[in-house]
């Protein structure tokens, strides 16, 4: 049980961090398509 809490917690810590990487990437991909297009 106690296990359980601990990967909970984890998941919690890590979730913003998570989506900060996820909402970079897919501007990264975004900005890159955009650069390419309008060469």
Known sequence: ???QLTDE???ARSGPI???VILV???L???GA???WTR
């Open 1 to 3: 049980m106690s296990q």
């Open 9 to 11: 917690e984890q998941m």
């Open 18 to 20: 998570v989506g900060l």
């Open 25 to 27: 990437g897919i501007g």
């Open 29 to 31: 991909l975004l900005w």
């Open 34 to 36: 955009w650069v390419a």
